[in-house]
């Protein structure tokens, strides 16, 4: 990070690990080669009754380190990956350094993600692939929020003046 900077990567870990037991935690740049490790090691911290929700998790963990490492504004700036098991389920945390002016887009995308897909509604599912940008914006995220189940959350923190920290959040209830 830069001197000075308002955000710091490491508390952002700790406050976010807190009362979790942690799967795996990544902080780094995340590429294709680390995003395919970061799955793998992934596959195998899943016990007995957790295989149902399992393939769901890894096919959305994927899509999201995917997304990480293809829009990547600022390559300079650790991007942090951390998947805990919670009380109701499993959240996945991850972020990234991000423009101001694509924090607008990401935003909207989210809500509209949100906002057009019901759980378990192939119907709505489908409508929503079909009313997708043009350019193929928000079909990952389509995909991260069926798999999920729930509606995704995001935050974001003042890196510097024009950057953000980018905090996309991900539940799986187990019961979903």
């Known amino acids: 990070m830069k001197p000075g900077s308002r955000f710091n990567i490491d508390d952002f870990l700790v406050e976010n690990s807190v009362a979790s037991d942690i799967l795996m935690q990544f902080k780094g740049t995340i590429s294709e080669k680390k995003s395919d490790r970061i799955i793998d090691d992934m596959e195998m911290l899943f016990d007995e009754r957790e295989?149902?929700?399992r393939k769901r998790i890894l096919i959305?963990?994927?899509?999201?380190?995917?997304?990480?490492?293809?829009?990547?504004?600022?390559?300079?700036?650790?991007?942090v990956f951390l998947a805990v098991r919670t009380?109701?389920?499993?959240?996945?945390?991850?972020?990234?350094?991000?423009?101001?002016?694509?924090?607008?887009?990401?935003?909207?995308?989210?809500?509209d993600v949100n906002r057009k897909v019901a759980i378990n509604d192939k119907e709505?599912?489908?409508?929503?692939?079909?009313?997708?940008?043009?350019?193929?914006?928000?079909?990952?995220l389509l995909e991260i929020r069926r798999k999920a189940g729930m509606p995704l959350d995001f935050a974001f923190t003042v890196i510097?003046?024009?950057?953000?920290?980018?905090?996309?959040?991900?539940?799986?209830?187990?019961?979903?």
């Open 51 to 53: 295989k149902l929700i």
């Open 60 to 79: 959305a963990s994927l899509e999201i380190l995917q997304n990480v490492s293809q829009h990547n504004e600022f390559p300079l700036y650790p991007s």
């Open 124 to 140: 709505t599912y489908k409508k929503a692939l079909e009313d997708s940008d043009i350019n193929g914006r928000g079909l990952g």
């Open 87 to 111: 009380k109701q389920g499993f959240r996945i945390d991850c972020g990234n350094a991000i423009s101001i002016q694509r924090r607008a887009l990401i935003e909207k995308l989210i809500r």
């Open 160 to 176: 510097d003046d024009g950057t953000y920290f980018f905090h996309f959040i991900v539940k799986f209830n187990m019961s979903v």
